[in-house]
């Protein structure tokens, strides 16, 4: 399901893929002498060149990468080597693990240090980072990882074809090279992703699927992306109200269904949705029940019902 595959060094680390290099075929002389001929001296200098630009086209390198933390809003707390504190503005997440977690009512905005763009960290949310790498063509390489909540992604379009900005979740990977969406990973670990600008690719079990502007997609743990459907951005609300009664206990069972990609909240936490966002609240039947659901899109577009439901 992963795209990448990654192994954590220390700062100013290179990383290199080994490729099978084939020898250059020297003749060997037979010198009068100890020392090499002219001769064989340029044949190892030329092998060597060869080596290099074979093994050149796939190193990367760490440097001094980060996402600044900026806006900070309620309770946000800042990760660095296994540690955590309370975040402060100007806080950087500079290396692998490096992350950022925000609690109920709580956001962050991430400004990248390529000024490509910034990330909208949204309330009950997770990101880490997984690299932060430079090319040998100076392109930039972004990885994060976000296994619960909701971030928006405003990117400036890449001038370096070999920059790219990857995220991943539980569900599977979305690619942009430059692009405003939103993403949200729910509790269960289903993607959901809304492209309002640009293009997203999302992938997982080995499939890519494109989504372009104006369209949005689901990506359920240990399946592929879904075809990509027309984005509406309406933090809709239809429920329906049954009275059941089960052991002799009477209760309420509130039935709601919004858009799949969007967040259901109810006293904070968000709900679970299936493939085709509905969710099931129960409650105590008492003589008058009320509820508060919020309902937000994955570009942060939200919604509060209150409900009278007896």
Request: proline share 6%; charged share 25%; glycine share 8%.
């Amino acid at each position: 399901m992963r795209r990448f595959r990654f192994n954590p060094t220390r700062f100013g680390a290179v990383h290199v893929q080994p490729r099978s290099i084939q020898p250059a075929q020297l003749k060997t002389a037979r010198p009068t002498d100890q020392s090499l001929s002219s001769g064989a001296i340029f044949a190892i200098l030329l092998s060597l060149v060869f080596a290099n630009a074979v093994y050149s086209d796939t190193v990367t390198v760490r440097v001094n990468r980060w996402l600044a933390l900026q806006q900070l809003t309620g309770t946000v707390f800042y990760f660095q080597s296994g540690e955590s504190r309370s975040a402060r503005q100007g806080d950087r997440l500079q290396n692998v693990g490096d992350g950022v977690t925000t609690e109920t009512a709580a956001s962050a905005k991430l400004e990248i240090d390529t000024q490509i763009g910034t990330i909208e960290v949204a309330e009950n949310t997770h990101l880490a980072i997984q690299a932060l790498e430079t090319a040998p063509s100076d392109g930039r390489i972004t990885r994060l990882k976000v296994d619960r909540g909701r971030v928006r992604l405003q990117i400036r379009a890449f001038t370096n074809p070999d920059s790219r900005l990857d995220i991943e979740t539980p569900a599977g990977v979305s690619g942009v090279r430059g692009t405003d969406f939103g993403l949200v990973v729910q509790p269960d670990g289903r993607m959901g992703v809304a492209t309002l600008e640009g293009s997203v690719v999302t992938e997982a079990q080995d499939r890519e699927i494109e989504v372009p502007a104006g369209f949005q997609n689901i990506t359920i743990p240990g399946e592929p992306p879904s075809a990509p459907v027309p984005f509406i951005n309406e933090p809709r609300l239809d429920y329906q109200v049954e009275r059941i009664i089960k052991r002799g206990v009477r209760r309420i069972r509130l039935v709601g269904q919004v858009d799949p990609t969007s967040t259901v909240l109810y006293r904070g936490e968000p709900q679970t949705l299936d493939r085709d966002g509905k969710f099931n609240l129960f409650l105590p039947a008492r003589s008058r029940v009320k509820v508060q659901i919020t309902v937000v899109t994955p570009l942060g577009r939200t919604q509060t019902y209150d409900l009278d439901l007896i």
